[in-house]
């Protein structure tokens, strides 16, 4: 199959076994080019879809690379929606320019469309790529890094001190730990983990510790139950006045907000350290409130996941509402033009209902701006003060703002892909 009018030599198609190594080669070269560990490796090798992968080659030579992992994504609401998780998407730098990304870009969302999944999901290494074809920046993390020497924890909730926390071999208690992240509440946002997905929590290649210690688990128990756990690591330092310590939190998860902040009250307690690096934790993460200073934490915004309405219509109808709404919006879709066109959306905290309608539009947008604001993290008032989003009936903004919110918590992408 021809992939591009420019590059008539290139052919797409899908990825097949035993062209894997060199398929993963290219995408190593194009992410700089230093090798991976085996563990890491194997990994990614046992994750890979085969069938929802493809690959441009241009004759012998694998020139870009993408795939789409079979995800399963909180929605607000509580369901659980199937989104395609696009992933290793890489153009070699040889054949920049040359229509291969978008060749890519347009086979894969074909594809999601027909295997029916309503939402193809990315976090994306370059954002400014990604937004031409209708993927939106849905959610956010929050990175720290902590003083703790001169930050405490100075609220704590109740029942915080019947948290007991104990250390455990990572992999010895991986079942444990999968077993807590699978009845953690629901958040927009949240994957549902398919088997072998448990393995990226335990991956600890050495020559990314950068002299911090093996990867090191507590767990967090109340009666004999275990209902959290932090994997993290330490980075011993030694100045003149002395010790002055780094601790790396790798992932945390707690079932309540008691065990929360036991596990905090760990990590911000470890002997010999003096600093606490926080990565990629929910923006409405409770610490905040619990610390004496938040100043010299140092909290700092990303970008987190990215999210494409591949069937509009199936997208809305998937979520609730906060409150009820009902309007009419024109999207705009040059991408996947199945999309575009007027949709009337009407939803509570029931249900909803979204369909294909003549009626007068209320807001215009395009199919990037509704991603965007899909997950409820990102308001559609903040979007119009953008000039990313028209309101075409008075009040209809402000309106779908208030519905389209969370609810209790923010949306959280949990870990990469």
Not at 340 to 356: I, M, Q
Request: hydrophobic share 40%; with cysteine; aromatic share 8%.
């Amino acid at each position: 199959m021809a992939t591009d009018a420019t590059d008539s030599a290139a052919t797409l198609r899908v990825l097949r076994r035993d062209d894997w190594d060199k398929w993963y080669d290219t995408l190593i070269r194009a992410f700089g080019g230093v090798p991976e560990a085996t563990e890491e490796r194997e990994l990614w090798n046992s994750l890979t879809e085969f069938d929802r992968s493809i690959g441009v080659w241009d004759g012998d030579d694998c020139v870009g690379t993408a795939g789409a992992f079979s995800f399963r994504l909180a929605v607000p609401g509580g369901a659980s929606v199937r989104a395609a998780g696009v992933t290793m998407v890489c153009v070699a730098a040889t054949h920049r320019r040359r229509g291969v990304l978008t060749s890519m870009m347009r086979r894969q969302l074909d594809d999601v469309r027909s295997w029916g999944e309503p939402l193809a999901v990315l976090t994306a290494s370059e954002p400014a790529i990604y937004g031409r074809f209708g993927y939106g920046a849905a959610t956010f993390q929050l990175n720290a890094e902590v003083d703790t020497s001169r930050v405490r924890l100075s609220s704590l909730p109740e029942g915080t001190d019947a948290v007991r926390v104990r250390y455990a071999v990572p992999a010895d208690v991986l079942d444990v730990c999968e077993s807590v992240y699978a009845r953690l509440p629901s958040r927009p946002g949240l994957l549902a983990r398919l088997p072998g997905w448990e393995r990226l929590g335990l991956l600890d290649p050495e020559s990314e510790r950068e002299g911090a210690s093996p990867l090191q688990c507590v767990l967090a128990e109340r009666d004999g139950e275990t209902v959290g756990y932090a994997r993290f690591s330490v980075k011993p330092g030694w100045e003149t006045a002395g010790p002055e310590g780094t601790v790396v939190l790798r992932d945390s998860v707690a079932l309540d907000p008691a065990a929360d902040a036991a596990l905090w009250r760990f990590l911000f307690g470890i002997d010999l350290t003096s600093k606490l690096v926080i990565r990629g934790r929910p923006v409405d993460d409770a610490w905040q409130y619990m610390v004496s200073d938040i100043r010299r934490c140092r909290p700092r915004l990303r970008d987190s996941l990215y999210v494409r309405p591949v069937d509009v219509g199936a997208a809305l109808e998937a979520r609730t509402y906060q409150t009820p709404v009902d309007v009419v919006f024109e999207v705009e879709d040059t991408f996947c033009p199945w999309n575009a066109g007027r949709w009337r959306l009407s939803g509570d905290a029931k249900g909803a209902s979204c369909e294909r309608t003549a009626d007068a539009a209320d807001v215009a947008l395009s199919v990037r701006e509704l991603g965007a604001a899909y997950l409820g993290g990102v308001s559609l008032a903040a979007l119009q003060a953008a000039g990313r989003v028209r309101e075409l009936r008075r009040g209809a903004v402000a309106e779908a703002s208030v519905g389209f919110g969370a609810g209790v918590t923010a949306p959280w992408l949990p870990h990469g892909f």
